[in-house]
T-cell receptor
Framework: GAVVSQHPSRVICKSGTSVKIECRSLDFQATTMFWYRQFPKKSLMLMATSNEGSKATYEQGVEKDKFLINHASLTLSTLTVTSAHPEDSSFYIC??????????????FGPGTRLTVL | GDSVTQMEGPVTLSEEAFLTINCTYTATGYPSLFWYVQYPGEGLQLLLKATKADDKGSNKGFEATYRKETTSFHLEKGSVQVSDSAVYFCALSDQDGANSKLTFGKGITLSVRP
């Protein structure tokens, strides 16, 4: 099946620094990628929808200047957490959509990135 | 807005027990409904889906039926295995497409003991 990778899988940074997380679709092209945030014992919360070649669409309450999203190609989207603070510590997950061989559309999820801000 | 409510967890069962995980939703229109599974250390995987009322999604022995009258999509399996231990998420989308955003429930952890 289709594979989505994320890098890094874990990152620890100091407060005030910026962190970039990559999301790649390894064997398919994804016009649209999604970025989610998962809190402990909470659901996944959609942060933004990333479209190749255009600006991302952010969900209400998500600061677009803090969470910069770049969808530079059909296989790569990046999320940059700028001036990170401890409250940004979380598990960030991306997904990418594709049309299957049987015509069934589905989203494939990356394994997630654990961000810890000290 | 759209929302998904799952039963509170965690759930612990013995191997070969019957499993039911409840899921109800609130949405305008006719959403598509999904169950995703997250095994330890892995990303979410689509388990099954249903796109219209009375459809039944099934995979790996799991089943769920889209019930419009009760706005539910309960997950069932007749005989669970230790390998089914994972976190299960119910989700909905306003379209049946790879490019549509998903609204997730909180997830429930299932532990199956030998």
């Amino acid at each position: 099946g289709a594979v989505v990778s994320q890098h890094p899988s874990r990152v620890i940074c100091k407060s005030g620094t910026s962190v970039k997380i990559e999301c790649r679709s390894l064997d398919f092209q994804a016009t649209t990628m999604f970025w989610y945030r998962q809190f402990p014992k909470k659901s996944l919360m959609l942060m933004a929808t990333s479209n190749e070649g255009s600006k991302a669409t952010y969900e209400q309450g998500v600061e677009k200047d803090k969470f910069l999203i770049n969808h530079a190609s059909l296989t790569l989207s990046t999320l940059t957490v700028t001036s990170a603070h401890p409250e940004d510590s979380s598990f960030y997950i991306c997904s990418a959509g594709t049309s299957g061989s049987t015509g069934t559309d589905t989203q494939y999820f990356g394994p997630g990135t654990r961000l810890t801000v000290l | 807005g759209d929302s998904v409510t799952q039963m509170e967890g965690p759930v612990t069962l013995s191997e070969e027990a019957f499993l039911t995980i409840n899921c109800t939703y609130t949405a305008t229109g006719y959403p598509s409904l999904f169950w995703y599974v997250q095994y330890p250390g892995e990303g979410l995987q689509l388990l099954l889906k249903a796109t219209k009322a009375d459809d039944k999604g099934s995979n790996k022995g799991f089943e769920a039926t889209y019930r419009k009258e009760t706005t539910s999509f309960h997950l069932e399996k007749g005989s669970v295995q230790v390998s089914d231990s994972a976190v299960y998420f119910c989700a909905l989308s306003d379209q049946d497409g790879a490019n549509s955003k998903l609204t997730f429930g909180k997830g429930i952890t299932l532990s199956v003991r030998p």
